[in-house]
């Protein structure tokens, strides 16, 4: 499975479209040359931009630059969510904002985009209380929302890079390994012993070379990328009248143990407490 190139509608006389997609069941590793701001609402899920692969709860705000690869956020969320995208034309700045001094905030946010930013803190939640009401804005009143949202973020120093360097799609283009078939595997397999070996001779690699590549394209090894993926997927499992040792081994661990120490290692925090944390928040699971 390839990566794929997105064709981005934006309609004629408008630089930018505002939309709330629904993939959940559709792994879509892609990229587009839009600027993308992605705000979603939901208990826990993948987050996967360029290099960087994460999880993320209750909810996220990132974005990406232009042909950056990314997977859908909602990408085997197994609870309800909510989100709203905002994409761009990848000519916006240069455009609307480059000669305007009072924008230069905004220029060199965008500029930082090619990495991939998350956000966080107040500033986050500012971005999202303007975002959730532009949708019934009309086109005009839509942009200067958007440019506010912008401007916020630009200033805001509660971010985190997600890539180390320009991960732009030239430099994947020429890769014959897909991370869709790996995804898949893994979502076929996290359950069971998803086997390191086995992935690789799929991918007709031996299991060194594999390795390597593997680490280059995630920063992670194999195993850390099957256990925080089973980790992700037991966050829901704790919230559906499971015990923790039932999720534990529903999961793919073989030690009760081994799983509530990772478990506190990748959320801060233990199964306990996580289920307790949340179990009252029924908008995000029935």
Sequence with gaps: MKIQ???????PG????VFSPSLRNYFYWH???EYELIYIEGL???RHVGQHIDSFMESDLVLIGPNIPHLNFDYGLMTDYHQIVVQLKENFLADSLANTPEFTGISQLFKRSVYGISFQGESKKLAISILKKIQNLDSFHRMIKILEVFNILAHSGEYTLLNQADTSVKLFLNDKLR?????SYIHLHYHEHADVNEMAEKLNLST?????????QTNMTFTEFVNQY???QAKTLLLQENTVSEVCYSVGFQSLSYFNKLFKKLT????MEFRKRFIGNSKYYG
């Design 5 to 11: 190139k997105e064709v981005v509608p934006i309609e």
């Design 14 to 17: 408008h630089s930018f479209r």
């Design 31 to 33: 990229y587009h040359p």
């Design 44 to 46: 826990t899920g993948i």
């Design 179 to 183: 991370m869709a078939n790996i995804y």
């Design 208 to 216: 060194a070379a594999f390795c390597r590549y593997f680490k280059k």
């Design 230 to 232: 089973r980790i992700n």
């Design 268 to 271: 801060g925090q233990g199964p």
